[in-house]
């Protein structure tokens, strides 16, 4: 069961941009050896091969995606088990109606409804799809008008259906991490810094708000530059962690802001960019590791 409130902000778009490219240069370095003249025989001191480098690789790599699953299930839902997370369903009092599956899609800010929608398109005889006249009513708002009694246990019972479970991963993909991605490509930053987009996408959503994802990536942009710009990779992500924990504090539903300041900045501090494993991070003061 869900632990944590947060909020989003209404309504959510996606921005889709091209991608940006990355450029890794690994220098080498050459040794020179000198024997001394009549110097005491010491051993050869044993040649140890350096630690292979891993490549930097994106958030979309099916590796890192999975741990952006987690890093998220962590803060949305105290658990790394994302996949058990599709039959979640409750009001958590924020405002926005019911809150259910993998990413906390919400009746009140649409992605709900629009999920329901896929599934019914691709499945039309399936349990939710009488409801999808209360769901474009109650869109908007906090009411659970048309849904209750039925609606939690008929969703938990879709969780069940492989179908269902596709439809969730899709649209979380097409409203949330593909663009997080994107424009995280196109800012020059790297699985971190992508996996911040996106965690920023899920919570506050793409509306034009002050608080919605684009004015959070604005307000860091204004303190530094991105890498596609020139800038310090490390130095723009601490400006748009800034700016995130700002906006999350707009909100009495994001006042506890350590799913930044205990897990993504940890990581950031250190230097930890392509967010390699393992991975050790504190959310609301529960401990997570990845080996």
Do not use: C
């Not at 658990?79 to 259910?100: F, H, N, P, V």
């Not at 609606?151 to 479970?165: E, N, S, V």
């Not at 899920?202 to 002050?210: I, Q």
């Amino acid at each position: 069961m869900r632990t944590r409130s947060r909020g989003r902000t209404l309504p959510r778009t996606t921005t889709r941009v091209a991608l940006g490219l990355a450029l890794l240069v690994v220098p080498a370095t050459a040794v020179a050896a000198t024997t001394l003249r009549d110097a005491p025989h010491r051993p050869a001191a044993a040649h140890h091969a350096p630690a292979p480098v891993r490549a930097a690789t994106d958030l979309d790599d099916p590796a890192k995606k999975e741990i952006a699953m987690q890093l998220v299930s962590s803060a949305e839902n105290s658990s790394l088990d994302w996949k058990a997370q599709y039959g979640y369903i409750e009001d958590i009092g924020d405002g926005r109606g019911y809150t259910g599956g993998i990413i906390g899609f919400t009746s009140g800010t649409h992605d709900m409804r629009e999920l329901v929608e896929l599934y019914t398109r691709r499945k039309p005889d399936n349990v939710l799809a009488k409801y999808l006249p209360a769901l474009r009513e109650v869109d908007g708002g906090d009411s659970h008008d048309g849904l209750d009694p039925g609606y939690p246990g008929d969703w938990k019972k879709a969780a069940r259906d492989p179908a269902f479970q596709k439809a969730q991963n899709d649209e979380r993909d097409r409203l949330y991490f593909g663009p997080a991605v994107e424009q995280g490509k196109a800012d020059g930053i790297g699985a971190l810094g992508q996996f911040a987009y996106y965690d920023a996408l899920v919570v506050h959503g793409g509306g034009d708000d002050r608080t919605g994802f684009p004015a959070i990536r604005e307000r860091a942009l204004a303190k530094a530059d991105p890498p596609s710009r020139g800038g310090d990779e490390k130095t723009y992500l601490n400006a748009f962690l800034d700016a995130r924990v700002w906006a999350m504090r707009q909100e009495e539903a994001h006042s506890d802001t350590s799913r930044v300041d205990t897990a993504q900045r940890v990581f950031l501090k250190n230097g930890n960019l392509a967010l390699h494993t393992p991975l050790t991070w504190k959310v609301y003061g529960d401990s997570y590791h990845i080996d």
